[in-house]
């Protein structure tokens, strides 16, 4: 049975100072603060999974960087600065792993019903770039993102902040797996957003890293892989640094994937640097990150709405910061599952 998950405003799920170092997340906001987004979350109800659209109705000027080394992916090439189309019109997460990229099917359908898409003359062809996480792990593994998954997403569209935590493609994401399902934590879907000189920018992500979340300002572990016995997080990267190595690893287990947006004015190249701007994000607040068991995945999209120039700098800067405090949101809004505790059951 399928539900699509509503929003809420997200301030109220962040938690106070506890004794282990979390805190409040700075800033707030959400990708849809960016003119021109709307988006929508498909949660299943039979097991933790899902999918999260980001739409561009009017069409956006796209990038991607891929830098995991187990990704999964769709309409990545197209993104090139050197090939021909120039504009994208919905950007699909989804967990499922592979299985997971028909979720953007049914966003193509619901959008070529609407007339949004690339005008070829005999028809109007959406451009949707995808990723997807591994969350097989976690439940019945024949239940996966389809396309009907992505359709109802689509339904469940707005510019509204979107929910955060276990909601569509962070439904079923975990952290902190290099020791072990059973001394993994739960991950979840986070959102941000930033606005500077008039600019803003926004990101989205669903953290299910092989590596541990910290806090970037503090450098304390906020989730991820737990000592034996389960009562503790072990940090990951001090741990493999004092010479405890992972005994079995499996290819694929993880990937974080997300998105960043601003409201200027981008060309191909330009949306190609702030993803990759972005991932500088993702490894303030993942450790280790980029691994050979993650595909991790950032898209980057220009609306243009503000038509403001591109200040490069600026958007370098904005577009990690928004990152960052997106992943730190997706933890702390995380809630338990059974056998993966979140970061808010460490909280003294």
Known sequence: MMAAAGVAASASVMPAHGANGLRRVPGGGSITD????????????????????????????????????????????????????????????????????????????????????????????????????????????????????????CKA????????????????????????????????????????????????????AVGDVVDPATGHVLAGARTADGKMLLDTRAAILAGDLPTSMREGAATTIGLVATDVKLTKAQAQKMAQTAHDGL???????????????????GTGVSNKPANMMLLGVMAAEAMAIAVQRAILAARALEGYPAAVDFIA
């Open 34 to 153: 960016v003119a021109g987004l709307k988006v929508g979350h498909y949660t299943d109800t039979r097991r933790p999974t899902g999918c999260t659209v980001i739409i561009a109705e009017a069409g956006a000027t796209g990038g991607v960087d891929v830098r995991g080394a187990a990704p999964g992916t769709r309409e990545t090439d197209l993104l090139n600065p050197v090939n021909m189309v120039e504009k994208v019109h919905a950007v699909m997460l989804a967990g499922g792993s592979a299985f997971g990229l028909e979720a953007a099917t049914g966003v193509m359908r619901y959008l070529e019903e609407r007339k949004i898409g690339f005008d070829v003359g005999v028809a109007h062809v959406p451009i949707v770039p995808a990723a997807i996480l591994f969350d097989l792990g976690v439940g019945d593994a024949s239940i996966r993102p389809d396309a009907a998954a992505g359709y109802q997403a």
């Open 157 to 208: 569209a707005s510019a509204k902040p979107p929910q955060e935590g276990n909601v569509g493609a962070g439904a079923g994401a975990t952290v902190g797996k290099l020791y072990g399902a059973k001394r993994a934590m739960k991950g979840g879907l986070g959102s941000a957003s930033l606005t500077v000189a008039g600019v803003t920018v926004g990101a989205i992500v669903a953290v299910n």
């Open 283 to 301: 490894a303030r607040t993942i450790n280790p990150i980029h691994t050979m068991l993650d595909g991790d995945t950032v898209f980057a999209l």
